[in-house]
């Protein structure tokens, strides 16, 4: 294999640096993606509260990665990380509220320009048109989980059913009638759940209807024994969900026909529900198993879809040069310590799942503890394809671990910078590192800090930055902190913050 020289490569960056692969050498590329899909609802990772057979498939059949996390947990940020390979404050998009940069270097675009297909359905979030794709057909905004409106390059339409299926349906369409089989494709199948507000289909109403979802040692947190931001959030079970979250009324976007199949199932139980006449703990609890089911139920939905799509890539005879990546952009809180949502760098949100079956090359169920993050995919992706990796960047290619090879100098620790502050929920900015056994927080606009002992304490209930017994600890993650901050150019945070004041819902009542 030849390779342009090293200037040249430089030089090129924005179009990409080719190498001389044969399309017949490279794979084809199926990025399955969804919203807030935390690995302890998956089964191959051990979920207690579901099982998830269809997913699993990637992971029996491929690989399974324990640590994969993500650079900013909330949704917009995450999906700008995985286009460019770089950083939040490099990208431009720091929250879900700013619009994305679309003239940017993508790795998208840059396949294109290595001739492969690239196309994108499902959810998008980013708030400018898609760029970088020869096919798009698009969710405006979040979307809802019935009739959804689809954006596309010429036109918008408007589809009845349910979102989830709606978007399989069109990326098996894509790919059986719209690509084009002389060139290797890329598509990302990207879904809106299992996102807020969890309205499942049909098919999955009664799923987990008589029986209790194990609630999580921590439901009851009381958010002692750490720093200030932990009390102060608004994403309580006990007290922000609102009747949308809980089902307490059917989902606006339903038609007349949809509404009487869901008023069927939810209002006998929302009958009793009144009846019961709940309080305290007790609410709390019916709360968690009326949220955690409806988000279980979404998942269902998805996991059904992804059989789908993995059918159809084996009976068309696709499945042999099509590399499987499943993910979600960022994890998300099952009711630990009390919580819905995501945002914080404690474990359940900073961790994401991430599955790559590669037939002939990855090991079947195989498993990988190595440091991995969403800052990889775009670099991993290009690799792939056979492109090389601009130098601007900043994740690495995760080929080499697909066959069971770690490099040396592969990281041992990981960068974590939240923005989105003052907003809904309320969750203080930070940032911090993130080691095999510790991880260091700064709520910097607090000063406050946090060390925790993922070791002796992987639930994060207690912060060790005040221990004496701890202060090398400290120090050494403190200069480790700095060092990535300078390997990332990641510059102070000076944009003006105020006060966060969230209501019953969670939503920011200081900003009104």
């Excluded at 294999?1 to 640096?17: I, Q, S």
Aim: one cysteine or more.
């Amino acid at each position: 294999m030849t390779r342009l020289p090293l200037l040249l490569c430089v030089l090129l960056l924005t179009a990409g640096c080719q190498r001389t692969d044969t399309a017949e050498e490279r794979p084809n590329i199926v990025f399955i993606f969804t919203d807030d899909h935390t690995a302890r609802a998956l089964s191959a990772y051990g979920s207690v509260v579901n099982e998830t057979p269809h997913l699993d498939r990637i992971a029996q059949e491929g690989m399974r990665f324990d640590q994969c996390l993500v650079t900013n947990s909330i949704c917009a940020p995450s999906r700008a990380v995985i286009l460019t390979g770089k950083h939040s404050h490099l990208n431009g998009q720091l929250t879900n509220g700013q619009l994305f940069d679309g003239t940017q270097q993508t790795f998208p675009k840059l396949l294109q320009a290595a001739g492969y297909q690239t196309s994108i359905i499902g959810k998008w979030h980013l708030r400018s048109a898609p760029t970088g794709f020869d096919h798009w057909q698009v969710l405006r905004g979040q979307g809802p989980y019935y009739n959804p409106l689809f954006l596309t390059a010429g036109d918008t339409l408007r589809i009845e059913g349910y979102t989830t299926d709606i978007i399989t349906d069109l990326a098996l369409e894509w790919l059986e009638h719209g690509r084009d089989t002389a060139r290797p494709f890329m598509l990302m199948y990207q879904h809106k759940a299992p996102h807020r507000q969890w309205h499942p289909g049909p098919d999955h109403y009664r799923l987990y209807e008589d029986r209790d979802i194990p609630e999580p040692p921590t439901l009851f947190d009381d958010y002692a024994n750490r720093a200030s931001p932990a009390a102060d959030q608004g994403m309580m079970i006990a007290r922000h969900l609102n009747i949308n979250d809980l089902k307490l009324q059917a989902p606006g976007s339903m038609n007349e026909a949809q509404a009487a199949a869901w008023e069927e199932v939810y209002a006998p139980r929302n009958e009793a529900f009144h009846e019961a006449d709940l309080e305290g703990d007790d609410l709390t609890r019916w709360k968690y198993q009326r949220y955690v089911k409806e988000y279980l139920r979404t998942v269902a939905g998805v996991d059904d879809n992804v059989g789908r799509l993995l059918d159809y890539l084996e009976s068309s005879g696709l499945a042999d040069n099509t590399v499987v990546i499943y993910s979600s952009d960022q994890g998300w809180y099952l009711g630990e310590h009390g919580w819905y949502d995501k945002r914080w760098m404690y474990e359940e949100s900073l961790v994401t799942p991430l599955l790559v079956r590669w037939p002939g090359k990855i090991t079947p169920g195989s498993t990988s503890d190595a440091m991995v993050s969403n800052l990889d995919f775009a670099a991993t992706f290009l690799d792939l394809a056979g492109v090389d990796v601009p130098v601007d960047m900043q994740g690495r290619s995760l080929k080499p671990l697909f066959t069971g090879e770690t490099p040396e100098d592969w990281r041992t620790s990981h960068y974590y910078h939240y923005y989105e502050y003052p907003s809904v929920h309320c969750v203080e900015r930070h940032y911090g590192v993130r080691t095999s056994t510790h991880k260091l927080i700064h709520y910097y606009n607090r000063d406050e800090w946090e060390l925790f002992d993922l070791t002796r304490d992987p639930m994060e209930l207690r912060s060790v930055y005040d221990d004496p017994a701890y202060q090398d600890q400290v120090a050494a993650l403190k200069e480790e902190l700095q060092r990535l901050r300078v390997q990332y150019q990641v510059p102070e945070d000076e944009r003006p913050t105020g006060p966060c004041i969230p209501d019953n819902r969670g939503v920011n009542t200081a900003a009104n």
